[in-house]
């Protein structure tokens, strides 16, 4: 089994990086079905990691995946209240909600634990073994020996495929997201729709922070979502607005970061910033169509009311 | 958003939302338990308490973002919504040091307009593929903008380990540009750059391209609409598309340029600290008029400038301050709506 050592290592460390992406990037993928590009989700990330600290300090470690949801889904609404019920422009809110998540999380923070650089440790979320499928020989370990976040990413995957393709309110949640117009026509509540879907994004992006805080830290610093937001709004490009897609990406993507440390351990030299700039030529590629039809929704990121 | 002119003036509103601002951030001041009154004193001494503190500070901080924010200011205004000034800004910052390091022996005179041209082409460079994409396949330019925005910083992160690494090989930094290369001082005893002057006249210069020529009045009339400016028939959108972007992008460039031939005089990982992105917020204040930039650039390099002197002085972490920046863009957005809902809900803009 030795000669599976390095590769089992690497992919554990490759889901164990995709974990976070996936969650945020699967409620992502609902939130721009519905025509809602969130750029603040950088912002529930963080609020997420934060939350996920001071209520895992209160709660223990499973208290402080909810609080980080919360806290994710919190920072969301803020960003659905002013992009989608006041209706301002997505991209200058969004740019908005992660500026100021990123202060006042910070803020927050420092006026709780000072300022004294001393690392903050928190009780950790343990990693769960399923029986019999851990013990598959190189991708056990990798898929099956992880925290309970990781579950929930891959639960997800089927459940918001059979509710986005299968069902009627998924129906109308797209139609919203492609034509804000025909959709209001045919009687669906763009707005409410619109809230929920962004919520929902926020809940999981929140979640994605509390597992960088809980399960692969144990500890929280200032802006430490280091762009875990922005990377999951690549990841549902590369996915396609599927979540099939989109974990596959997000998979894709942990794994160029953890061929990073991967790399580094065998030769310092190897220019491992090209491999982490990978994943997103690649987006840009699937965009360009180079992997076939690529499309965004029709109305991404468009008004509702048309202004 | 919006880019009808309004009988409330762009000055009133940015006012009133700056008002709004200072009242949200005192309430969450004395929420967190620090006198508002206090920070607010540090904050402005910090930033304009002596005329060093205002020129060496206040002014050096603003030039970035004065470039990056006239960049995106010119961009939106055609409706090109270009997330991407902060890599254009990378790619630009990389190319002024490669050509300025080339040239080791030149005259100022060369290597400064070299280094700096280098840097607006790399920016223009940078903006081109996500421009491509837009006018030539319909992807649009939010999305591809943000993108290039890691690849251009891991591209320089690439660059200062590996190619441009310095030839010390002790940080991952380029060599420090020839003095030549140096910016000269605007105000002799300061450290304000000729860069803050190259800001100035860019401000200005596109003031007058958009108000007082026919190429401002197509690139106004694209933004207003890109369908009713088809339609009209006197002229294409996409030529209008493509010019914002690679003008936005070649100031975006600039940006960067002017940044390591004016202060660090060499590229590092991390030498933005986001200003691309904070521009949104420099652009949207000045209602995106290349003047009212220059304001509103001068407020946020203040805003940096004083959050150092705030921490010092009244103990508030300067965290604060990018918490500030976000309650400005929020403000002028609801005062923006609020003014459309007072205007009478039918010719909502």
Redesign the interface.
Known sequence: MAEFGALSSFLVAAVGLAVPLALAALGETVSERAGVINIGLEGSVIWGALGGALGALALGPYGGLAAGALAGGMAALVFAAFAVWLNTDQIITGTAVTIGSLGFTGAVFQSRFGATGLALELPTVPAWEVPLLAQIPVIGPAFFDQAVTAYLAYLLVPVLGWFLFRTRRGLSLRAVGESPEAANSAGVPVVRTRMLAVVFAGLTAGLAGAHLSLVHTGTFAENMSAGKGFIAIAVVVLGRWNPKGVVAAALFFGGAEALQFALQAVDADLPYPLFLALPYVLSLAALAGWFGRSRAPEGLGSAWPRG | ??TRSHALTPALTAATALLATLAVAAA?LAL??YPPGDAFAALFRGAFGTWDRFVSFTLVRATPLLLTGLAVALAFKARV?N?GAEGQLHAGALAAVAVAVALPGAPGLLVIPAALLAAAAAGALWAS?PAA?KTG?G??E???T???N??AL??A??LV??PLRESRGVFNQTDEIPPAAHLPDLIPGTRLHLGFLVGLLIAVALWLYLTRTPGGFRLRAVGASPRAAEVSGRFRAQPVVWLAFLASGAVAGLAGGVQVAGVTHRMYEGLSP?WG??A??VA?LARLNPLAVVVTAIVFGALSAGGGAMQRDAGV?E?????????V??AV??V??SWQALAGRGS??
Do not use: C, H, K, N
């Open positions: 958003m919006s969450l967190g338990g919504w997330i593929g994409m396949m992807v649009g939010v999305i591809t943000l993108l290039m890691f690849v891991f591209m992160q690439f380990q590996g986001g992105y904070t949104i917020a949207l972490p965290v604060w301050v990018r918490g500030i920046e976000a309650l863009i929020l957005l609801t923006d709506r909502r803009g």
